[in-house]
């Protein structure tokens, strides 16, 4: 599935697949995702790592159900080049009644590029616990 671009800054960031059921998501590394070494911009990685939170709450058909960030890590590991295709297999820690709590491990062609851990405000509180 092909989360639909947000308006405003989403854009700019382009498109994202997303395998809900496998709780991934991916992109290619496009020219606008590169730095001036022509990798991906760690910057890129971190806006990709806070989408973490579709993949472990189908959100991204319901754009109403805006979870905002209270807290994002990304940790690089190594760079992704341009053409790539970067994964993020996302899993849910944790879900309190205010509170969700994600990691993921992102790569790059398969190979190990960064991993992020997130803390959203369960403003939806469309999650089931289970």
Same mark, same amino acid.
């Given at each position: 599935?092909?989360?639909?671009?947000?308006?405003?800054?989403?854009?700019?960031?382009?498109?994202?697949?997303?395998?809900?059921?496998?709780?991934?998501?991916?992109?290619?590394?496009?020219?606008?995702?590169? =730095?001036?070494?022509?990798?991906?911009?760690?910057?890129?990685i971190s806006?990709?790592?806070?989408?973490?939170?579709?993949?472990?709450?189908?959100?991204?058909?319901?754009?109403?159900?805006? /979870?905002?960030?209270?807290?994002?890590?990304?940790?690089?590991?190594?760079?992704?080049?341009f053409g790539?295709?970067?994964?993020?297999?996302?899993? /849910?820690?944790?879900?309190?009644? =205010?509170?969700?709590?994600?990691?993921?491990?992102?790569?790059?062609?398969?190979?190990?590029?960064? /991993?992020?851990?997130?803390?959203?405000? =369960?403003?939806?509180?469309?999650?089931?616990?289970?």
């Amino acid at each position: 599935m092909l989360i639909e671009e947000p308006p405003g800054f989403g854009t700019a960031f382009g498109a994202v697949g997303m395998n809900r059921a496998a709780q991934k998501l991916g992109f290619y590394v496009g020219r606008q995702h590169l =730095n001036p070494v022509s990798v991906c911009h760690g910057g890129a990685i971190s806006t990709f790592a806070d989408m973490q939170i579709l993949a472990v709450t189908g959100d991204a058909d319901a754009p109403d159900a805006h /979870r905002p960030t209270i807290s994002l890590t990304v940790d690089f590991l190594a760079p992704a080049p341009f053409g790539a295709w970067v994964e993020a297999a996302v899993t /849910r820690l944790k879900l309190t009644r =205010n509170l969700v709590f994600t990691q993921a491990l992102i790569t790059a062609n398969g190979e190990l590029v960064a /991993r992020s851990h997130a803390i959203y405000r =369960n403003a939806a509180r469309k999650i089931s616990a289970t």
